[in-house]
């Protein structure tokens, strides 16, 4: 166990969320006060330049815990005592310390969606509110995905999934992951893994969806060389349906889109009504209010029913 300073420890002093700890006051402020509840010790100076970006984030995000999490700063040139004992060689260094002893923790600024994951694993390890916790980390989680850092987005969705078996958002999250990192077969196995209870949740069909268009990217033929042959020859429905593959997997789920509907007008039986049925997987791999699906649909359902 680390030894903290040999002084008197000072009171507590209430149950202020953030507050500032001396060398004096460690003892009381962090090491006692997270035997109830986790705290988030932010050690820093005033020299620091990423020290004054990351303080007001992380006070912001153990504000929004509402009470699941305290928060404690320490100015290493004030407690240079402190710091040495936990092995603080630069600055910002943020430990979370829960029952006395340290659980978590990082160095230097990181992403603010690093930063809610962070707060949101701390919460959990102190038992808070555990909705509440994977809420912000799946938030997180997700940000970390729209900015393409689907490494340390995984990682948070593994989390999560540990956490709560029944998150289908975050079993869903972690093929997500894999397919935006081209490792098709380790999304398969993901989702193949996923608990029976929650197989059919729109999430987790959403990325079956995603999955089966992944692999048909794989063996798509070239855009250029389909669409002269459709050109050359518009009731070729082969070709057609190869150039929707295509152009789906060059990213253009409109495109693709516009020549199955148009397979659909022309042959809805052809192929066992193979247009149709490569329609609803790009309808269900997109969201729900996407205007490609919207209108996607809008256009078959007037077919059907003409």
Not at 198 to 204: D, G, K, Q, R
Not at 264 to 280: E, I, P, S, V, Y
Request: proline share 5%; with cysteine.
């Amino acid at each position: 166990m680390l030894e903290f300073g040999q002084g008197a420890a000072a009171p507590a002093g209430g149950d202020d969320l953030i507050k500032d700890v001396t060398e004096a006051t460690f003892m009381a402020d962090v090491v006692e006060a997270s035997m109830e509840t986790p705290v988030i010790v932010d050690f820093w100076a005033p020299w620091c330049g990423p020290c004054k970006t990351l303080m007001p984030q992380l006070e912001a995000a153990v504000t929004a815990a509402k009470g699941a999490v305290k928060m404690a700063k320490v100015n290493v040139d004030e407690a240079q005592m402190i710091a040495g004992q936990m092995r603080v060689q630069s600055v910002p260094t943020v430990y979370a310390f829960y029952k006395g002893q340290p659980i978590d923790g990082f160095q230097g600024a990181v992403p603010e969606s690093e930063l809610k994951a962070f707060v949101a694993r701390v919460v959990e390890a102190g038992g808070g509110d555990a909705s509440g916790g994977l809420d912000d980390a799946i938030a997180a989680a997700e940000e970390m995905f729209e900015a393409g850092t689907f490494d340390d987005a995984m990682q948070v969705f593994m989390a999560v999934a540990e956490e709560d078996p029944s998150s289908a958002v975050a079993f869903a999250g972690i093929a997500r992951c894999y397919l935006a990192l081209d490792q098709i077969d380790e999304a398969e196995a993901a989702l193949n893994g996923v608990p029976a209870d929650i197989s059919a949740a729109p999430e987790i069909e959403a990325v079956f969806a995603q999955l089966e268009l992944a692999k048909q990217a794989q063996d798509a033929g070239p855009v250029g060389e389909l669409k002269a042959v459709v050109e050359a020859d518009p009731d070729n429905h082969q070709a057609r349906f190869d150039l929707a593959q295509a152009l789906h997997a060059a990213g253009d789920a409109e495109a693709a889109v516009a020549e199955l509907l148009e397979l659909f007008r022309k042959d809805r039986d052809w192929n066992d009504g193979a247009a149709k049925t490569q329609l609803f997987t790009i309808f269900d791999a997109l969201k729900p209010n996407d205007p490609i699906v919207l209108n996607g649909r809008r256009k078959l359902t007037s077919m059907i029913f003409v």
